[in-house]
């Protein structure tokens, strides 16, 4: 009997990233428009975009940062 393929066997390869990395800091935390930012440079670029904080923000803690 054939066995099925497995996820490693069907996953798409990984990106090919040209050019050095870009490295972000995001100082009081980063949000997800950010992340989604950085993704769209990388995929875009074709660079690799490391994106860094002291923390990931959902938006009820970015409000209630913007509160403080």
């Known amino acids: 009997l ?12 990984p990106p090919a990233f040209f050019g050095p990395r870009v490295v972000v800091a995001v100082l009081g935390g980063a ?5 989604r930012a950085a993704y769209e440079v990388s995929r875009d670029t ?6 860094g904080g ?15």
């Open 2 to 13: 054939a066995r099925p393929p497995s996820a490693a066997a069907s996953a798409a390869p």
């Open 31 to 35: 949000t997800y428009s950010e992340l």
């Open 46 to 51: 074709h660079r690799e975009v490391i994106l």
């Open 54 to 68: 002291s923390t990931l923000l959902a938006p009820g803690g970015f409000l209630a940062s913007l509160a403080d």
